[in-house]
């Protein structure tokens, strides 16, 4: 049985010139890769401001992000472009200062959080609902507003307790996507050695548009914080302890201080962009998939429609919906939101046949690894039966990495793979999702993994079962 291919930037078969390479890569960083680069192991490019090793290999793989991962720390190139927006956040930080922050965050998502999670979660995916509800049957809808609009009010309601308001979202949705724009002219000329070629008008976009994102969240933070300063107080809303009460409560295991407030803003800001961006992008691949093979769709509404029941959504349903995970995983593997994970190594090593200088760049791509010639049977199919063939299990084991591995692995993995059942479960019970003919979207790397001309779906509302 032949499986469907998405669409995406045909790699090159031979090498161009280092300027064709920045002015193309400014614009997205798929359009960059080689044939070779889905079947090497280790390859290396060296630019006039960074030498880059790319690493396939699971064992080198492993040996950057787990093992010996100290000697392997984020690299700056990656920080210095997001800094304006996340400040010395736990995506960016490094050894002693990241190990702080990590271990004050850890309690915000455990385990147990999830629980807490499932009923926000549920909310704002049925006021998402109820948004589409008001479109006549049949819409073109370009999905991806939906997905990012429900992704940011979880994140949202989740820090805060409070839901997103339209027109904040709005002007967050704008002034991301002015960020997301700058990033990659601001990272690749420190690449390029070529400093100069940042022009400051990007510099200024990247600035104001991480400044309107800051000021918005700040505002929420600010009374909250004063009050917990004054009499320890600064619940949510409700009296509940959202994510921005278990952060004022967290302490230094060392030194028992708690975040100053700036450092509590940049904790905020980078996990309302982690938390919303990353799985926006995927749940967008996911419902382009679903609709794309009608029959995989059929299949995930028949599995939900026979665990609900007709009742609804509660969080122990969520397991047992095997195919509706596997869905989301294939989604994962096929766009990882996260193309790219940079290192920078901190002294020279042998990797493999080669030498890595100290201060080279180490890039392990999610996106070349799950789609890897050697690592994957049919790499660029959608299978999500693929999961449970005995044969995937090597694969998923060895190339599959969607969520980082190693210490710093993400923080809200858990997170988004409970949020992304409730929204495709929900969304497949109540719509049935249709391609628009002749719209192919087209995927560009960004910060995450988007289509340059979006996702235009159309919904059909199911009848009540
Ligand atoms: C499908 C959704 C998501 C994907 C694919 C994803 C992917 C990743 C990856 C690959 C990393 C590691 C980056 C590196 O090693 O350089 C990471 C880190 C992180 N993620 Fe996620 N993420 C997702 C959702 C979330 C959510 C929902 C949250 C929070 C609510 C979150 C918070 C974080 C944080 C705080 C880190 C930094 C961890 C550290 O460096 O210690 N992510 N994520």
């Not at 699971?58 to 992000?65: D, E, G, I, N």
């Not at 990495?401 to 929204?423: H, T």
């Not at 969304?427 to 192919?440: C, D, I, K, S, T």
């Amino acid at each position: 049985m032949s499986h469907f291919c998405p669409v995406y930037p045909e790699p090159r078969k031979k090498r161009t010139s280092m300027w064709k390479f920045f002015f193309n890569a400014r614009r997205s960083w798929l359009d960059r890769l080689y044939e070779r680069s889905y079947h090497m192991q280790m390859g290396e490019i060296h630019l006039p401001g960074v030498d880059l090793y790319m690493v396939n290999d699971p064992a080198m793989v492993k040996l950057v992000l787990q093992d010996n991962s100290t000697d392997f720390p984020k690299s700056p190139l990656l920080g210095n472009a997001l800094r304006p927006l996340l400040g010395d956040s736990v995506f960016t930080t490094n050894g002693s200062t990241w190990q702080r922050q990590r271990e004050m965050m850890e309690p915000a998502f455990a385990q147990a959080r999830l629980k807490v999670a499932f009923p926000v979660m549920k909310q704002a995916t049925e006021d998402m609902l109820k948004r589409l509800d008001r479109l006549p049957a049949g819409t073109q809808q370009n999905i991806e507003v939906d997905m990012t609009f429900v992704t940011a009010d979880i994140i949202f309601r989740t820090i805060f307790s409070q839901a997103l308001k339209g027109e904040d979202a709005h002007r967050i949705f704008k002034a991301f996507s002015r960020f997301q724009a700058s990033a990659p002219k601001l990272m690749l000329p420190a690449m390029f050695g070529m400093r100069w070629l940042v022009w400051p008008w990007d510099v200024w976009r990247s600035r104001n548009a991480a400044s309107e994102i800051r000021g918005l969240l700040e505002a929420r933070i600010r009374p909250r914080y004063e009050a917990h300063m004054r009499d320890g107080k600064g619940e949510g809303e409700s009296g509940s302890t959202d994510i921005l009460a278990a952060f004022m409560s967290a302490r230094d295991p060392k030194t028992s201080q708690p975040f100053s407030f700036n450092e509590l803003v940049d904790q905020v800001a980078m996990l309302f962009l982690a938390g919303h961006e990353t799985s926006a992008s995927a749940l967008t691949w996911a419902c382009y998939l679903l609709a794309k093979v009608p029959d995989v769709q059929e299949r995930v509404h028949a599995e939900v429609t026979a665990q609900l029941q007709g009742r609804s959504l509660m969080q122990p349903d969520l397991k047992p919906m095997t195919l509706t995970w596997n869905v989301f995983r294939e989604a994962l593997r096929l766009f990882p939101p996260v193309g790219f994970i940079v290192r920078e190594a901190a002294q020279k090593c042998p990797m493999r046949d080669k030498l890595v200088p100290k201060g080279a760049s180490i890039l392990v791509s999610p996106w070349l690894i799950q789609r890897h010639r050697l690592w994957w049977h049919e790499p660029d199919a959608f299978n999500p039966d693929r999961y449970d063939e005995e044969s995937t299990r090597e694969s998923l084991r060895q190339a599959y990495l969607p969520f980082g591995a190693g210490p710093r692995v993400c923080i809200g993995a858990a997170f988004a793979m409970q949020e992304a059942m409730v929204i495709l479960s929900s969304l497949v019970a109540r719509y049935r999702l249709e391609v628009v003919p002749g719209h192919v979207p087209q995927p560009v790397g960004r910060l995450t993994i988007r289509s340059a001309n979006g996702v235009s779906l159309k919904l059909y509302r199911r009848p009540l079962v």
